[in-house]
């Protein structure tokens, strides 16, 4: 039996259905609000509408709790594989044995690109933002298949989830002019991509367990978070019946923003800039709080977690793991723990349930890897690529989905009559 709430608007009342989730969240079903009262609700940044029903990640943000597919981040990111989380994220379960070496061995077969798509390195400037060079390389990926709509999904999703790879190495081996490094067959998802990146023609390569360690952990506390403002546009983009690639190609750019995925290059730019200035990081606490001051805390924040971000408390564990086996002594680590340490002791961010989010100790992880900090959000893209994936999918099955279009609250001019140019002041 649905449960029910009454609403009553000028006289008329409804019944509206109660829809109960698998965690007990709650959300009042609105699908016939306009038609039987006339009213549309507002709600700007749709900080309190739900967009679907999803069965592919749980956040408690009052409890700091992240979920996929009902198994807790804490536990994926000590175990898994990231091939593993993409696979689950998109299927629904972890895979076998058989099904793993042969989703692994697709992802291998697909990673190269074609050719031709290597003259689009050549035509970016040097100093080309390699988020601007991935957004556009993806949403170029479609016009080498032009069969996309009619090929079976799940090619597209190893096509992309193989490429991607391929196609951020290119673009950080471009933006140093160094050559490209092709991927090689007998090697994971992380190695193959830490091996594009860093190795060079004239010397033999081993990559580095740790590292190779510190990468699947950063790709799996990315993979996905619910309906977050990148995934949402990838939900957006898909419904419209665009293919896969654009719609990804879409979501890099919403994750390219500085309050989203762009906060992680941030972070790092905010902990050397208070390097700088004498590690005087208390003044850059005073700056985040101050009303006429644009400054943020680049990291703190989140729209749903009102205590700990689960993946920030993994990451800063990790973080100081990572520099101490690579024998890094990194002074803005010690900024970061600083900066947290005050800032969760002040009242500003207290009472505004500001902690460290995902990218707040990220950065600090890639650094000590030797990526640089305008590949940080490529990194991000790289991770959140199956969580997109998955919602897209999702997004596409459901028989409810219809093109995503909101309505608005009109607040213009009312009625007015054109004005010909010699009657105009
Ligand atoms: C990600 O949605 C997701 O799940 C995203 C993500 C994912 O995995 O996909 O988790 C990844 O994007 C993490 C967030 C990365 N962004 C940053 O670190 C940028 C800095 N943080 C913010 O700008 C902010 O906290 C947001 C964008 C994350 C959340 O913004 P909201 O929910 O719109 O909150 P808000 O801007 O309305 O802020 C509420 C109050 C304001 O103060 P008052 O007007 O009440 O006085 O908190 C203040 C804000 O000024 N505030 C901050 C702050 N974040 C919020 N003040 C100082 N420093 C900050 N970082």
Avoid at 20 to 25: A, H, I, K
Avoid at 103 to 124: G, P, R, V
Avoid at 364 to 391: C, D, K
Avoid at 411 to 424: N, Y
Wanted: charged share 25%; net charge neutral; hydrophobic share 40%.
């Amino acid at each position: 039996m649905t449960k029910k709430t009454k609403l009553t608007l000028e006289g008329t009342t409804i019944d509206l259905p109660i829809i109960v989730g698998s965690e007990e969240e709650k959300a009042i079903d609105i699908g016939s609000l306009r038609k039987e009262t006339g009213h549309i609700t507002l709600d700007p940044s749709y900080a309190n509408t739900g967009s679907c029903k999803s069965d592919i990640t749980f956040i408690d943000g009052e409890k700091g709790i992240l979920r996929y597919r009902g198994y807790p981040i804490e536990e994926l990111a000590k175990k898994a594989r990231f091939s593993e989380i993409a696979y689950l994220l998109i299927n629904g379960e972890l895979p076998n044995n058989n099904e793993l070496a042969d989703f692994s061995n697709q992802l291998t077969y697909h990673s190269l690109i074609h050719e031709d798509m290597k003259k689009f390195f050549d035509s970016y400037p040097m100093n080309a933002h390699p988020m601007g060079v991935l957004a556009s390389t993806v949403a170029a990926l479609s016009t080498f298949y032009p069969d996309v709509q009619q090929e079976p999904s799940n090619l597209n999703i190893i096509r992309i989830l193989a490429k991607v790879k391929t196609l951020a190495a290119f673009s950080y081996k471009k933006s140093i002019g160094q050559p490209l490094i092709y991927p090689m067959n007998d090697l994971s998802y992380e190695d193959n991509f830490i091996r594009m990146m860093f190795a060079v023609p004239a010397e033999e390569f081993t990559v580095n367990p740790v590292v190779s360690d510190a990468i699947r952990l950063l790709l799996i506390l990315h993979a996905d978070h619910e309906q977050n403002c990148s995934t949402s546009t990838v939900r957006m983009v898909g419904s419209s019946n665009a293919n896969l690639y654009i719609s990804i190609a879409a979501g890099i750019g919403a994750l390219w923003g500085s309050l989203h995925g762009g906060a992680n290059q941030r972070v790092i730019e905010m902990l050397g800039m208070i390097h700088k200035s004498d590690n005087d990081y208390k003044k850059y606490i005073e700056k985040a709080k101050s009303k006429t001051s644009k400054f943020r805390l680049m990291g703190f924040g989140h729209r749903v977690y009102k205590n700990f971000d689960p993946r920030a408390k993994v990451l800063k564990e990790s973080a100081a793991k990572l520099l101490d086996k690579l024998g890094i002594d990194d002074p803005l680590l010690d900024i970061a723990r600083n900066l947290e340490e005050v800032a969760l002791n002040d009242e500003f961010f207290i009472e505004r349930n500001l902690y460290p989010n995902v990218d707040f100790y990220s950065g600090i992880m890639y650094r000590a890897i030797g990526i640089p900090t305008n590949m940080f959000t490529v990194m991000f893209a790289l991770g959140r690529l199956p969580g997109w994936i998955a919602h897209w999918n999702e997004m596409k099955s459901d028989s409810k989905t219809r093109i995503y279009r909101p309505r608005q609250v009109y607040t213009g001019h009312t009625k007015r009559s054109f004005v010909p140019m010699d009657k105009r002041s």
